[in-house]
């Protein structure tokens, strides 16, 4: 079914871009009998070029794992209210992307902030292409402006880290060994009367995993309150561990390949993928170089073109 999906999307996308051609076609004669304006004909060639590229940027989605949904989740550095202020602004701007895209965008964990903002969020994006194109906001992102925080306002710098990884589903296999699966319940915080206060709904899932390449072991720890049903939400809670465990893999198969492609850029803690200056009303990607000076754009969801940029400067490099 997932290999269907995929080719009627592809076939979909070409027919989009031979209708725009064809339309094309009829403006242009038109323009050219003058019953069309240059206005008109200049919009069609507008549409078809948009058409052209979304189609050329899917190209560049090759991977096994680009078509899946995305887990996306945020987790605020060092710098307080500051750094937790500006992890709930990116959350809302990778929720505006996701509504602008027609995705589907549900909040499977939060932990809010002491004061304002949040500390972490973990969100699941579902759509076409989600993880083939949010995967190029893994990293560290980096804030630089006059915080509202600060009562001499000075000019201040935070740091958050986005992780993406793919949302797999039941057509790819990954083992889970049971015997190394335990469970603890705990109940929801926050509003919500009786139910939240009585019911040990949340679910913890602690799996104890071993690395099958370095023998190393660690405990991968998974809280779920995504709704006030507990087996919804150990159901939930597996899916995520599914993921993390594919995304292990994954990241296996990208650090043998990076041995290779001495290119290809390291993303750690500390060095920051993006920088949003405020002040200086500019956005940057230090990987790709690519910036804007339309930072409440970027701050509303649009932020296509740096995942363009990317997808562009680093295809193949998985």
Known sequence: MVAIKGKKNWTNAFNEVCESLDDLQVINEFYESGDATEEE??????IGQKKVEALELKNMLQSESDHFDAVLSINAGAGGVESQDWSEMLMRMYMRYAEAHGYKCAVSSLLEGDGAGIKSVTMQIEGDYAYGYLKSETGVHRLVRVSPFNA???RMTSFSSVSVTPLVDDTIEVVIDNSRLSWDTFRSGGAGGQNVNK???GVRLRYQYKDPYTGVEEEILIENTETRD???NKENALRLLRSQ???REMAHRREEQAKIKASQ?????????RSYVFDDRR?????????TSDV???MDGKIDEFIKAYLMEFRGVE
């Open 41 to 46: 004909l200049l919009a069609q060639i507008a």
């Open 152 to 154: 001499q306002g000075k």
């Open 199 to 201: 019911v040990e709904s």
């Open 230 to 232: 507990q087996p919804k």
């Open 245 to 247: 465990l594919y995304e």
């Open 265 to 273: 850029k390291k993303i750690e803690w500390g060095s920051q993928i």
């Open 283 to 291: 956005v940057k990607d230090h990987r790709t170089n690519y910036q």
């Open 296 to 298: 409440q754009g970027v």
